[in-house]
């Protein structure tokens, strides 16, 4: 290794740049990927990322099942997805080289911690041969770089044992990356001061790991090219980088503001939907509650109970979760009461993969109870978009009395890209009264124009009712066994429903009104989507994108859309549910695109099968 003073390197000017960390669990991956992102974000990149956490709580060190991965795609224009391949793998292990240098591109860039290619960790990671000396990675440019002892030797003097230095190495590698690409470290010391403070020797040692790997990129000569990606041009505003769970949980907090009624969340611990929970908790200030309930049945009673005495009732789960709190969704279906249940989606069935992302729970949200009960499911986008939905899920819940499913998934949870904070005044009023007067009071006399009942808090007077599970007679709202009117609580239940269809946007497309190929995709997918329908229009193929986010009820105007085009292809991370919704209400012959691995799309696999589809001779085309 030849080691130098400060020198002179090219510059290469760069659109965008995908890069993935690999390393043990304990490597701290999560960190260091996040920690570069919030300085590409702070200079402007637009970026999308995609952190990969193992399913396993304690796999073995060093083994293949124990690699913890984040990739961060930044770019100097708008992008939708966190890439498809990296063109940098940072690699802290074999194990971590093992699991990801077939995603890396041929040519792409390959930086290890040479230290830890020892004949243990090699065996451990199925290797027979040392890949940094065998030849075998003479397709990539290798830069093996002994992180851990150069990051000992900085850290020489501190009152640390050596397996406390070692925890300090990814910031030596965040070090590296920061100067390869031109990023300052102002931001990343900040949050070590602010993280640290308390503990002066972990902040000392975070902090000479970072100028250490800062340095070593600034005197090395293996680099002999320096990078630059340019700020991205956005819209005007402030911005800030966002996760979709902390987007879910700000736009929760925004909306009981929005209302003026105090938010209650309950909820059961459950990944990926845990980080819900933890931000919510720390914001009682703001005159939010929080409860960690002893199961998720108990989590959506309480929820619902908040609601029945005035409070927004909202509760947060998984997949499995949301099998366990069918029974008493339907009882908030019969009770007509405003509920919000988040369900971040992941790998089923049962416990499945728990960290990896699925679309799988739309059928379950839409008919997952007993009886006819027919409830609205939204669905965001992309990560900041679950500020946006969560407030959109009650203004439907509160508008219209009705609990809403919310269906994020891993994906956007854990996926962060800039978020324009929005003015106050471009959010909606979502306050609604409680009735308070007696006279003329009936607890199921509906509006006439959403068919909402009257919301009438417990204790006030003149408006005692009955309420619960058995069926309600029409109006008056006592128990009532009458067939006929049970038929016709039925309909009033479901065309209530139906008309929140007229209080919401029509479908949006991102292309021709009609043509050769509508793309339909429902949460996740809009990225990929998205970037493979902007590639195919600049080829002159009139293919369109719709993108919904409202899934029951649809747009009015869904029908339109999906027949004004030859084909449809509808690309899930399921086995084909929103096709088979799309192909009984409408009688379109919907293709689908359906890889249910734990990962989400990448932008070629959706660009492939719609060259696929578009390239059926079978077909007519316009």
């Known amino acids: 290794m030849t080691i130098t003073k400060g020198h002179e390197v090219p510059v290469q000017e760069l659109d965008r740049v995908t890069i993935r960390f690999a390393g043990d669990s304990g490597d701290g991956m999560q960190l260091t990927g996040t920690q570069f992102s919030r300085t590409a974000a702070v200079f402007g990149n637009d970026i999308s990322t995609l952190p990969d956490y193992p399913a396993e709580i304690r796999a073995p060190a060093g083994s293949i099942p124990g690699v913890s991965g984040f990739q961060i795609s930044f770019s100097s224009s708008e992008i939708h997805t966190p890439g498809d391949a990296p063109d940098v793998l ?24 040479s230290d830890a290619f020892t004949p243990p960790n090699l065996a451990k990671a199925g290797y027979a041969m040392n890949p940094l000396t065998d030849d075998s990675l003479r397709s990539y440019t290798v830069f093996d770089i002994p992180v851990s002892t150069l990051n000992a030797r900085a850290l020489d003097g501190l009152d640390m044992t050596s397996k406390q230095m070692d925890l300090t190495k990814n ?65 005007p505003g402030t911005y800030r980088n966002i996760t979709g769970n902390e987007a879910t949980a700000l736009g929760q907090l ?6 003026d009624r105090q938010l209650v969340y309950a909820s059961y611990p459950i990944t990926p939907a845990s980080e819900i929970l933890h931000q919510l908790s720390g914001w009682k ?14 989590a959506i009673g309480a929820a619902l109970g908040a609601s029945y005495g005035g409070a927004m009732g909202l509760t947060g789960t998984s997949g499995p979760g949301m099998a366990l709190k069918a029974e008493m969704l339907g009882l908030a279906v019969m009770v007509e009461l405003p509920l919000v249940v988040i369900d971040v989606q992941r790998a089923g069935p049962s416990t499945g993969m728990p960290t990896k992302t699925e ?53 956007l949870a854990t996926g962060s890209e800039p978020w324009r904070i929005p003015e106050l005044d471009s959010l909606p009023d979502l306050r609604v009264p409680n ?16 068919l ?35 038929h016709r609580m039925q309909q009033l239940r479901a065309e209530k429903i139906a008309r929140i269809a007229r209080d919401i946007p029509p479908l949006d497309v991102f292309g021709p009104p009609e043509g050769e190929l509508l793309i339909l995709g429902w949460g996740s997918t809009y990225g990929a989507i998205r970037s493979a329908v902007e590639r195919l229009q600049d080829t002159g193929r009139k293919v369109a994108h719709a993108h919904l986010r409202h899934l029951n009820p649809f747009p009015t105007n869904t029908a339109d859309v999906v027949r004004a085009y030859d084909r449809v292809l509808i690309p899930e991370i399921n086995m084909g549910q929103l096709r088979m919704l799309i192909r009984s209400m409408f009688l379109v012959d919907a293709e689908g695109f359906n890889l249910v691995r734990g990962k989400p799309f990448t932008i070629s696999e959706i660009l492939a099968k719609a060259e696929q589809v578009l390239g059926d001779p079978a077909r007519p085309t316009r």
């Open 359 to 411: 679309q799988s729970d739309l059928l379950q949200a839409l008919f997952g109870r007993n009886g006819d009960s027919p409830i609205p499911v939204v669905a965001p986008a992309t990560p900041a978009e679950c500020f946006d939905y969560a407030i959109e899920a009650w203004r439907i819940a509160l508008r219209h009395m009705t609990p809403v499913v919310y269906l994020s998934d891993a994906f």
């Open 285 to 298: 200030n703001f005159g939010l509650k929080t409860f960690q309930a002893e199961d998720e049945i108990a």
């Open 452 to 486: 909402a009942r009257p919301w009438a808090v417990p204790g006030t007077p003149g408006l005692e009712h009955r309420i619960g599970g058995l069926e309600k007679l029409d109006v008056l709202g006592t128990i009532s066994y009458d067939p006929d009117n049970h």
């Open 435 to 450: 009735r308070t007067d007696r006279a003329g009071f009936y607890p199921y006399e509906r509006d006439p124009e959403t």
């Open 171 to 235: 910031f030596f590698a965040l070090g590296i990356m920061f100067w390869l690409y031109g990023r300052s470290m102002e931001t990343t010391q900040a949050w070590i001061e602010e993280k640290f403070g308390g503990r002066p020797i972990v902040a000392e040692a975070n902090r000479r790991a970072l100028n250490a790997g800062y340095a070593f990129g600034e005197t090395t000569e293996i680099f002999h090219t320096t990078y630059r990606v340019a700020p991205a041009h956005l819209a």
């Open 90 to 113: 940072v690699a802290m292990n074999p194990a971590a080289l093992r699991a990801n240098v077939r995603d890396l591109a041929p040519g792409g860039a390959i930086i290890v911690n």
């Open 254 to 259: 925004t909306a009981s503001k929005l209302a």
